[in-house]
């Protein structure tokens, strides 16, 4: 079974940096685009950046210039760099990946690493 684990949340304060951290784990799969997405109570989930195998990426808007998305992919291991963080970046962090094994090709989603940013 494949998972994927989210790591490197916390609390920081604005102007701060955090990198998060997510990686998939199991026995005979492959990694195809991962992305980041982001949570508020009360709202859709919504895209932060997503990084393909071959490494192209895009971001939200919003996330242009201050994060920036990386992977290792003999790791299967995604990050986000956060730099200049901002009260309004707080939110739930959700790694997304698409995965194939032996039964198809599915998205995958981890359980979410919190991220709070004071003022």
């Known amino acids: 079974q494949v998972r994927l684990v989210e790591s490197g949340g916390g609390l920081v304060q604005a102007g701060e940096s955090l990198r998060l951290s997510c990686a998939a784990s199991g026995s005979g799969f492959s990694v195809h685009d991962m992305g980041w997405y982001r949570q508020v109570p009360g709202k859709q989930r919504e895209l932060v950046a997503i990084i393909t195998s071959g490494l192209s990426t895009n971001y939200a808007d919003s996330m242009k210039g201050r994060f920036t998305a990386s992977r290792d992919n003999a790791k299967n291991t995604l990050y986000l760099q956060m730099n200049s963080l901002k009260p309004e970046d707080t939110g739930v962090y959700y790694c997304?990946?698409?995965?194939?094994?032996?039964?198809?090709?599915?998205?995958?989603w981890g359980l979410g690493t919190q991220v709070t940013v004071s003022s």
């Open positions: 997304n990946a698409q995965i194939t094994t032996d039964y198809g090709t599915g998205d995958y």
